[in-house]
C-alpha cells in the first residue's frame, strides 16, 4: 500500500490533482452508489422519491461530516473512537446551555467548539507526544467527554431551540441545510488536503511518518491536529443532529461511530494511513444511508434489515480486492503496487 | 383557677375541634397501606439517566414519604451497569434498610441478588421490568404493569375514528422488546382483519431513539401514500419525526401513542394545518413506582398492602372527545415532563433540573 502513496508523491502536484477524479477508489464507490440507486428504483422505488431523500439525506451528511473527521485520523494511521463522546456532548450543550433560548444559541455553540478543541489536543497529546495507541487514548478521552454529557445533562434529553431546528432542520433550494454543511465541509477539507502546502504535508505525514521527519516536517504537530480537526467536525456534526432531531438524547453519538469509519473504509482511505479520498467518503455516507432507507423501504423484518445491510457493506469493501483492469491500463505503472 | 360553664363550653369545644382536625390530618396524612412499625426504605434505579425515570423516581419518593413510619429514603442509581446494579441492591441491604423497591432493568441477571435480599428477610418488590422468579420465593411481590391494556385502549380509539378500518403503523422500541408485543397483542385483541398493519411483523424498530424514528418513518412515509394511524409507545420521540408528513404535504395523521408535554405541545401547534391529525394518548405511567412503593412500604411497615399488582396505565388525552381530557400543553414548562404523572408539573420540572 505503502509503496504506492509514495510514487504518486513524486508525480507533480498538478498532474496527481488531474488525475484524482479517476481514482480507482472514487470510480468503485461511485459505481457502487450507482448501482444502489438502480436496484432501490427496481426494488424498493419509494426509497429514492424525494420525500425519502429530503428525511434521510440529513442524516446522509450527518454520517459524511463525522466520516471527514474519522478520515483525517486514519489519515494519519490512527482512530477516533472518541466520536462518539464528541457528538454527544455537542448535542447536549447545544441543547441544554440554551434551554430553549435562541439568545444563548450562539454562545452554545461556541463553548462546544471550545470543548472541542480541549477534547482534540487530549487526544492529540496523547497519540502523538506521549506515543499512547490511538484506540486506547480516544476510549479514554470518550470516557471524559461522557463524563461531560452527564455533567452538562445528568443524561437527560432537551428540546432543541426553535432556531437551531430552522437552520439545521430547514431546507434551501428543496435541498435540507445540512447537505450544504455537507458540502461547504468537504470543499474545505479537500482543498486543503490536496491544494494546500499544509495539507500535502498532512498527507505525506501520513503515507510516511519516518520518511516525513527525515525530511524535516513536524511529524507530530500535524498528527495532533487531525484529532483537533476531527473533534471540531464532530461537534459540527453534533450541533447539526440536536438541530435536525427536535429532542435528541444524550447518547446520539453511539450510533454515529461504526458508520464513520464504514465510510472511510468505503471512500477507500487506507486503515494503515496515508492518501485520503473526502470526496468517496461524502459518497459512500450517501451509499450508507441510503442502504438503510433501502433496507426500510424493502420492509423486511429487522433481523432482515440488519443482514442486508451487514452484506451490502461486506460487498462494498469486498469491490477493492478486485483487480481493476480499466485502472490498470490509464495508469500501468502507478498501479502495480496495489 | 376558677372557670365559668361558659368558658368550659368554650374549650371544650375548642378541643373536640382540634382533635376532630387532628385525626383528619392523621386519617389524610396515613393511607392505608402505612402501618405503624418504623421502616426504612430504598429506591433502586437500575438505570436512572433520562426524564422519565427522574420524574418516576422523584414520584416515588414523594409516595414513599406519605407514610409517616418511614424514617429514611435512599435512592442509589444502577447506570446501566448490571454489576452496579446487583451491588446496589446487596449494599442497601447491608445497610440494614428494610425495604427496597427495584426497577430490575437488566432483567433475569437480578434475580440472586433479589432472592438473596428476600431470604435474609428484607422486604423487595421489582416493579415494571420481570426479573423472573414468584412471589413469596424470590421476591415479596412484584408490581408489573399492564401494556395490553394500552393496546386494547388504543384499539378502541382507533374503532371510534376509524369504524371502517384502516392502515395503521405500529412504533415500538428495540427488535422484539415484550412491551411492544404485549401492545400488538392488546391491539389485535381489539381491531379486526379490516385494520391492516403496514409495518413489518410485528413493529417498526426504533430503540425509541429519535433519529432512528425519524428514518424509519421517512421510508415508511414514502412508501405508503395512505397512513391512517400512527400507534407509538413513547409519543415524545415521534416529535422530530411527524413535520415529515408536512414536508411531503401531507397531513400528519392520527396518533396513538403515550403522553409528554412536548408532544401535547406539539399538537396545540400543528392540529390546525393538520385535518387529519386527532391525538390520544394514555399514561406514560410514571406513577407505576407509587404502586410498588406502596407495597413495600405496606409489607415493611404492617400496613395493609393495596389490593392491585399490577398498574393499569389510564388513558390521558382524546383530542377527539376531550374526555377523560382534552390534549395539554404546558408550553412554560420542558418539553421532558409527563403531565399525565400526578406529581405537579413544578416539581417534575425540579426533578429533571437537578443533575
Not at chain 2, 430503540?207 to 412508501?223: F, G, R, S
Request: charged share 15%; hydrophobic share 45%; aromatic share 8%.
Amino acid at each position: 500500500m505503502k509503496s504506492t502513496d509514495e510514487t504518486r508523491w513524486s508525480r507533480p502536484l498538478s498532474r496527481q490533482g488531474f488525475h484524482v477524479p479517476l481514482a480507482r477508489e472514487f470510480v468503485t464507490v461511485v459505481l457502487s452508489t450507482i448501482a444502489l440507486v438502480v436496484i432501490c428504483r427496481l426494488v424498493a422505488p419509494s426509497s429514492v422519491t424525494y420525500g425519502s431523500l429530503a428525511g434521510s439525506l440529513p442524516f446522509a451528511a450527518i454520517i459524511a461530516i463525522v466520516g471527514l473527521g474519522q478520515l483525517l485520523v486514519v489519515q494519519q494511521g490512527g482512530f477516533d473512537l472518541s466520536l462518539a463522546g464528541g457528538v454527544s456532548l455537542a448535542v447536549v450543550i447545544s441543547t441544554h446551555y440554551p434551554q430553549g433560548d435562541n439568545a444563548l444559541l450562539l454562545p452554545a455553540v461556541v463553548l462546544a467548539i471550545a470543548c472541542a478543541i480541549l477534547a482534540g489536543l487530549a487526544n492529540g497529546i496523547l497519540v502523538s507526544f506521549f506515543r499512547l495507541n490511538a484506540i486506547v487514548a480516544t476510549i479514554g478521552v470518550n470516557a471524559l467527554l461522557y463524563g461531560g454529557v452527564f455533567a452538562v445533562s445528568g443524561g437527560v434529553p432537551k428540546t432543541t431551540t426553535t432556531l437551531l431546528a430552522a437552520i439545521a432542520g430547514g431546507q434551501a433550494l428543496g435541498l435540507p441545510n445540512t447537505v450544504y454543511f455537507a458540502l461547504a465541509t468537504l470543499l474545505v477539507v479537500s482543498f486543503i488536503l490536496k491544494k494546500t502546502v499544509a495539507g500535502r504535508r498532512f498527507e505525506a505525514i501520513g503515507a510516511n511518518p519516518l520518511a516525513a521527519r527525515a525530511v524535516g516536517l513536524r511529524v507530530r504537530l500535524h498528527q495532533l491536529l487531525a484529532y483537533v480537526y476531527a473533534q471540531l467536525l464532530y461537534c459540527m456534526a453534533g450541533v447539526l443532529l440536536a438541530g435536525v432531531t427536535r429532542e435528541p438524547t444524550a447518547f446520539q453519538g453511539d450510533s454515529l461511530l461504526l458508520p464513520s469509519v464504514a465510510v472511510v473504509v468505503l471512500g477507500g482511505t487506507s486503515l494503515l494511513g496515508g492518501r485520503g479520498f473526502p470526496i468517496s467518503t461524502v459518497i459512500a455516507a450517501f451509499f450508507l444511508n441510503q442502504l438503510s432507507q433501502f433496507a426500510l423501504a424493502v420492509g423486511v423484518p429487522y433481523s432482515a434489515q440488519t443482514i442486508i445491510q451487514a452484506l451490502a457493506l461486506g460487498f462494498g469493501i469486498g469491490v477493492y480486492s478486485v483487480r481493476w483492469t480499466v485502472n490498470v491500463v490509464r495508469q500501468p505503472r502507478q498501479l502495480e503496487g496495489r | 383557677m376558677r372557670i365559668s360553664v361558659g368558658q368550659k363550653l368554650a374549650l371544650g369545644a375548642a378541643s373536640t375541634v382540634m382533635a376532630l382536625a387532628f385525626s383528619n390530618l392523621t386519617q389524610a396524612e396515613t393511607p392505608s397501606w402505612c402501618g405503624p412499625k418504623k421502616a426504612s426504605i430504598a429506591l433502586l434505579d437500575g438505570y436512572g439517566g433520562n426524564s422519565w425515570r427522574q420524574v418516576t423516581t422523584a414520584s416515588g419518593k414523594q409516595e414513599a414519604l406519605k407514610c409517616p413510619s418511614i424514617t429514611s429514603y435512599e435512592y442509589a442509581d444502577g447506570q446501566g451497569d448490571t454489576q452496579k446494579s446487583i451491588s446496589d441492591i446487596k449494599a442497601m441491604a447491608a445497610k440494614g434498610i428494610d425495604a427496597l423497591v427495584v426497577f430490575p432493568d437488566a432483567g433475569q441477571a437480578m434475580l440472586p441478588a433479589i432472592t438473596s435480599v428476600y431470604k435474609s428477610g428484607k422486604v423487595i418488590v421489582p416493579y415494571r421490568v420481570s426479573a423472573g422468579g414468584k412471589a413469596g420465593v424470590n421476591y415479596t411481590q412484584f408490581v408489573g404493569d399492564d401494556f395490553k391494556t394500552d393496546g386494547r385502549n388504543w384499539g378502541e380509539w382507533i374503532k371510534s375514528i376509524l369504524p371502517k378500518g384502516g392502515n395503521l403503523l405500529f412504533l415500538s422500541g428495540p427488535a422484539g422488546n415484550s412491551q411492544g408485543l404485549d401492545e400488538l397483542e392488546g391491539l389485535k385483541s381489539v381491531l379486526g382483519p379490516e385494520y391492516k398493519f403496514i409495518n413489518p411483523e410485528p413493529f417498526d424498530v426504533t430503540n425509541w431513539d429519535p433519529a432512528l424514528t425519524q428514518k424509519v418513518l421517512t421510508a415508511e412515509i414514502a412508501k405508503n401514500d395512505k397512513i391512517d394511524v400512527i400507534v407509538s409507545d413513547f409519543g415524545p420521540s415521534l416529535v422530530g419525526a411527524l413535520p415529515l408528513f408536512e414536508k411531503s404535504g401531507r397531513s400528519i395523521p392520527a396518533l396513538a401513542t403515550s403522553d409528554g408535554n412536548s408532544l401535547g405541545c406539539f399538537w396545540t401547534d400543528h392540529q390546525k394545518n393538520n385535518p387529519d391529525f386527532k391525538l390520544f394518548t394514555v399514561s406514560t405511567e410514571n406513577d407505576n413506582a407509587r404502586l410498588a412503593v406502596q407495597w413495600a412500604v405496606a409489607e415493611a411497615t404492617g400496613g395493609k398492602p393495596p389490593e392491585e399488582t399490577t398498574f393499569k396505565g389510564p388513558v390521558f388525552e382524546n383530542s377527539v372527545t376531550g374526555k377523560p381530557n382534552p390534549v395539554k400543553c404546558r408550553a412554560d414548562l420542558p418539553g421532558q415532563i409527563y403531565l399525565s404523572a400526578e406529581l405537579s408539573a413544578e416539581e417534575q420540572t425540579k426533578a429533571i433540573n437537578t443533575k
